[in-house]
């Protein structure tokens, strides 16, 4: 009992934060076009629940009840019109469309609802999918009254074969190295790969407070991140960053440890030093709050440090701290490409507990559907059909002698006799003629494949669909 009881104190102080939760759900899939090109993101099927289900249940379970929803308004026709995406939360969902011609990032969208914003944030990405305890992040954005506090993970090897993809050269990424003191929670360092061309440079001043930092690699920025209310007026004044994870979060980091601009710089009126001036004024409202005083002679008055090694005070002084909680075990993925797509179909339905044959599926006594496997509203399965580790959209129909493995079948797909389906995705309202056989295809939405066909890794689309090089 008494562990219930921590967990109900744990859930209900992160609902008396004050926290407004902001979810961004305007991206376009621009890394997963064949499945988007039709689908907007925020909607494509993970595990029979559309990909926006899931950080609005994690935010749901840890006792938010009001979201705001930066979205498209294709989404937000699609989330209050069609029965088959009810969300199924009990939240509020305060729903605001960005511009159709703007090409906005993510700094951008939390400049558009700056009015809306009254209290610190919370801004979780539309792809993100994971079963984190949300208070660790944001226990440490609390507990150190922190700027920013944010989630990361281990990056995962994606095993599943891609449909369309073999033989294809694969894009490397590259890496994020990420420096953090000896607690592992306090972010010292961040930068690209791409963005150090003399080396790894690490500043002394970091160094002289952080003597011990750990730089780790191989960590994925999960897109949750806990904001002061001050870093939203800040954007609204730095116009130039577009975009929290590749500008922001490095911004904040990197200005932990850099001295304010001189004063003596305030009577040149050059752009460029206007420009600084202008940063530096917001910079300074990042580290500062109306109770930053009593909070400073809290840390006065206590005998808390937060370091060891030398009698400097608490964060050596400094007033702007970003924090991060890294994942060490769970699941956290972005869903932000077709490997990872694939990828969650797999582990999604593991983070709920609903049965996984739809009450309302007419299955055939004389089929065989793996206990691994979903089957959607509607679905009818007929005879001597075998369905493994896949999942079936609603109102999907699969006739007679059909073998599916290993696959994504979306909403209203038809499937006729004789089909054998292995690796692959098949997308809303396509049909599969009679005996075709797929082996790790992608097939776009209302394609229709022949009778009798043979295809192996083909990415199927309509000819409007087809990006130009």
Known sequence: MRVIHHKLLTLDTVRKMELQAVLMAAGGGSRMMDLTYNTPKPLLPVGNKPLIWYPLNLLERAGFEEVMVITTKEVQKALSTEQRLKLDVKMKLDVVCIPEEADMGTADALRHIQQKIKTDILVVSCDLITDVALHEVVDLFRAHNATLSMLMSKVHEFTEAVPGQKGKKKAGEQRDFVGVDSTGKRLLFMANEADLEDGLVIRKSIMRKHPNMHIRTGLLDAHLYCLKRSVVDFLVDNKSISSLRGELVPYLVRKQFTKALSSQRDDEHTDQNLKRKDANASLEILSNSKDEALLQLACERSCWNDHRGDMSEAYHGGQLRCYAHIMEDGTCYRVNTLAAYVEANRVAPKLFEEPPVHPSAVIS????VGGDSIIGAFCQIADKTSIKRSTIGASTTVKEKVKITNS??????????????????????????????????????????????????????????????
């Open 408 to 469: 994504i079948i979306m909403n209203g797909v038809t499937i006729e006799e004789g089909c054998n389906i292995q690796g692959s995705v098949i997308c809303n309202n396509a049909v599969v003629g009679r005996g075709a056989d797929l082996k790790y295809c992608l097939v776009g939405s209302g394609q229709r494949i022949e009778a009798e066909a043979e295809r192996t890794n083909e990415v199927i689309v309509g000819s409007d669909q087809l990006m130009e090089i």
């Open 365 to 368: 006594e004389r089929s065989l």
